[in-house]
């Protein structure tokens, strides 16, 4: 092979070697480009279908199946320190106990108390701390539906039924929700609280209760999980 030839080849090939380097750019450029535009135009699309699912104020979820209720001014409380009081009852925000270290004097748990079924109404300070912390409240008053009803807590078949209810709609661990009695302001035998949200109901009704759990469970300031 002469010397032009063998020029003329390298030529050739490096000429090959051009086109396709030129080749992998465009198209790799391309492709990230595609890439690109498509994460624009179909990330938002998707976004849009999970509007009711996003948590807005602060971990709270501000939106659900019942209206959010107004916030009382929030601040921590020494054990027994008097304050200004509460707008609904059971409340859903405002003063609070906090103590996990010693059980609350004449109460015998801590503040927020340890997840579970109480059988004796719990000081509001103490409702309020739990519902701080993303759980939900289920309380129940006897004497507005039983009329055979000793107390806020006991009474009859129908007071046990309730009770009964209630508490099948917590999980065995019981994580995240504190049950109990409390001596209602109006007619409504049943409250569920979340922070800053409740239900009242004239009767258990498993489905409203299920919904009002899903939306407002661990979507709390204090929330470990969902809300923050």
């Known amino acids: ?78 054990i027994g320190e008097p304050h200004e009081g509460y707008t609904l009852a059971p409340p859903t925000s405002g003063a609070y106990w906090y103590d996990v270290e010693r ?31 993303g759980g939900i409240g289920i309380h129940y008053d006897c004497s507005r539906i039983d009329t055979e009803a000793k107390s806020i807590s006991s009474g009859s078949e129908i007071c046990d039924e309730l009770k009964n209810n209630l508490r099948d709609l917590m999980p065995e661990s019981q994580f995240l929700f504190l049950m109990t009695p409390f001596s209602a302001s109006d007619e409504y035998p049943i409250t569920i609280t ?18 009002f759990i899903e939306a407002y469970q661990d979507r709390a300031p204090l929330s470990s999980f969902r809300g923050n």
């Open 103 to 133: 059980p609350i004097p004449g109460i015998g748990v801590t503040s927020p108390a340890p997840w579970g079924n109480y059988d004796t109404q719990l000081p509001n300070e103490i409702l309020v701390a739990n519902l701080l912390h």
């Open 194 to 211: 979340g922070w800053r949200h409740h239900l009242k109901l004239m009767e258990f009704d498993e489905v409203k209760i299920n919904e």
């Open 1 to 78: 092979m002469s010397k032009s030839q063998i020029t003329n080849e390298r030529r050739d090939n490096n000429k090959e070697k051009k086109r396709r380097r030129r080749f992998f750019i465009y198209f790799f450029g391309g492709l990230l480009a595609l890439v690109f535009i498509l994460g624009l135009t179909i990330g938002p699309a998707l976004g849009s279908g999970t509007t009711s699912n996003k948590i807005k104020g602060n971990g709270v979820n501000l939106e659900g199946p019942v209206t959010t209720d107004i916030e009382e001014k929030r601040r921590e409380l020494g």
